[in-house]
């Protein structure tokens, strides 16, 4: 049958599957995965860590870390630290069809490799780029750096941000948060450290950007736990507002925050020593002060919430665990069916754990794009993407039918 016959076929039968399914089961259809792509790829190099936003104009932009392939110059593999890590970003004008191949740089740290790109777009189109970076130090110092964390010869420098008011194309310097309070390490360069966080900001309704942020509770054990900062200004400046999440047992990290319709702010973390299992802490006071911690009982990190446009909430994360992938579930609008609420897998073809850290965004064309690291068998890591259609769209009708 011809396209264009078949597609306005699709169309009736889905305008009368519309009209005889009962609403509440619309209204409980989960969206459904239409396929899988490549946004980076190139052997020279280890891509990961990506984000994603739709700008005003329908344009995507997708941010993510890129350092050299250590094989390239004969290494055994790659670390998640290296000197030569920068924060880059690729296009696509045709709702994530296409990319452009060859990336932009976002920030090159002077000082060391940067980590985690982590994109924010503000109500007035501003880009914001939250990251962190390590330092590669001699061997001759590397052990004076006792309250300082520390991966070998790499040591942490702490977070910063950086802003674009032109759609990414060019971006400011570097902005230092201030420390969290309650950090006990120290950075670098020997100071308290800036505040850093892998995990999605958010602009509240009320205007001001609300950033989880990670701090070493102690270093020797490392144990982190997470606090709030809050800005008024757009990301110039920032305050401490509260704790999030402190256990004397648990880590909190890698957290991505949710602003539900009735004015919560919902924190979804990573942890350890706790089986992997996703924590949700949730505040009612406009993030002055959080309930205590959550544990949904599944595995999974780290997370993004999309809101979708029927309310509910698409939440996302990574799976580290044989079968390797990336998976999701779709909540409420107030995320009070964490718990409970169905797993959907996206993936489950991954290479290893060396995967995920998933973020997603709305396409002009109305699909759901969600992007993450991947390898593929020749162990190349890579940007890729998966596309999901909304329920009730046609696009998704069509698949069923199909």
């Known amino acids: 049958m011809p ?10 039968l889905l ?13 409980d259809a989960a969206p459904v995965k239409s396929g899988d792509i490549i946004i980076y790829h190139d052997p020279g190099f280890y891509a990961a860590f990506p984000s994603i936003v739709q700008r005003p104009d329908g344009e995507l932009i997708c ?15 790659n670390n998640h630290v290296d000197p030569n890590s920068y924060l880059v970003l690729v296009r696509s004008h045709d709702n994530g069809k296409t990319w452009t191949k060859d990336p932009e740089l976002i ?22 780029c939250t990251s962190y970076g390590w330092a590669r130090v001699d ?11 520390r991966h070998g010869n790499f040591v942490f420098m702490g977070g910063y941000l950086v802003r674009s008011a032109d759609g990414g194309h060019s971006w400011s310097d570097a902005i230092l948060p201030p420390p969290v309070p ?7 360069f020997k100071r308290p450290v800036a505040a850093y966080n892998r995990g999605a900001p958010i602009q509240g309704s009320d205007g001001r950007i609300y950033w989880a942020v990670a701090a070493q509770a102690t270093v020797q054990p490392r144990r982190t736990e997470t606090h709030l900062m809050i800005s008024e200004d757009g990301g110039l400046n920032w305050e401490y507002s509260c704790p999030i999440a402190s256990d004397e ?21 990573r942890t350890a020593h706790a089986d992997d299992h996703t924590i949700v802490a949730r505040s009612e006071d406009g993030g002055k002060s959080f309930l205590p911690f959550e544990d949904t009982g599944w595995k999974g990190h780290p997370h993004f919430a999309l809101p979708l446009p029927d309310g509910r909430v698409f939440l996302i994360y990574g799976y580290r665990h044989d079968p390797w992938g990336i998976r999701a579930r779709v909540l409420n609008a107030e995320c009070t069916d964490v718990a409970e609420a169905e797993e959907i897998v996206l993936r ?8 995920g850290y998933p973020w997603a965004t709305l396409t002009a064309d109305g699909r759901i794009l969600v992007v993450y690291y991947f390898h593929d068998q020749g162990k190349i890591s890579h940007i890729a993407g998966t596309f999901l259609d909304l329920p009730g769209s046609v696009e998704q009708q069509i698949r069923i039918e199909n």
């Open 15 to 27: 305008c009368l599957s519309l009209f005889f399914v009962p609403g509440d089961a619309q209204a």
């Open 107 to 128: 920030f090159a740290h002077p000082y060391g490799g940067s980590q985690d790109p982590c994109l924010l777009q503000l109500d007035d189109g501003t880009l914001i």
């Open 182 to 188: 309650a950090s006990a390490d120290t950075s670098a």
């Open 3 to 12: 396209k264009l016959q078949f597609s306005v076929l699709s169309s009736i």
């Open 63 to 77: 941010a993510f870390r890129r350092a050299p392939d250590r094989r390239v110059f004969g290494e055994k593999g």
């Open 249 to 269: 047992k648990i880590t909190f990290n890698e957290t991505s925050l949710y602003e539900s319709p009735g004015g919560k702010l919902i924190a979804f973390m």
């Open 139 to 149: 061997d001759s110092v590397k052990e004076s750096y006792s309250e300082t964390l």
């Open 348 to 355: 489950d073809d991954g290479q290893g754990g060396d995967l």
